[in-house]
């Protein structure tokens, strides 16, 4: 098993900033990448940012330019430092592990943290 814990949500004015951070640990030989993903209520779950693990990343569109993940590969640590937040950023922010582990090659997902943005 690979466990993810996150942390760093919370509630932020409209422009603010936060910082996610993800953990992932267990008997883990290889990561692939690491990524975040989010849900607002009534969407669908959307691919926020990925990092893999030479360091190539992908965001989607609507958080270019605002949003930066980065990872810390000795640490299996995945990090989403978000600026200029808007309330439609407003979700459940997931954290994605894939590689493989001792039970195989999978992918692992976080419990989620909230991420409120008021206007």
């Known amino acids: 098993q690979v466990q993810l814990v996150e942390s760093g949500g919370g509630l932020v004015q409209a422009g603010g900033s936060l910082r996610l951070s993800c953990a992932a640990s267990?008997?883990?030989?290889?990561?692939?990448?690491m990524g975040w993903y989010r849900q607002a209520p009534g969407n669908q779950r959307e691919l926020v940012a990925a990092?893999?693990?030479?360091?190539?990343?992908n965001y989607a569109d609507s958080v270019k330019g605002r949003f930066t993940i980065s990872r810390d590969n000795g640490k299996n640590t995945v990090y989403l430092q978000m600026n200029s937040l808007k309330p439609e950023d407003t979700a459940v922010y997931y954290c994605n592990w894939a590689g493989c582990s001792g039970y195989g090659c999978h992918d692992y997902w976080g419990q989620g943290t909230q991420v409120t943005v008021s206007s």
């Open positions: 990092i893999t693990s030479g360091g190539s990343t």
């Open positions: 267990g008997s883990i030989f290889m990561t692939n990448a």
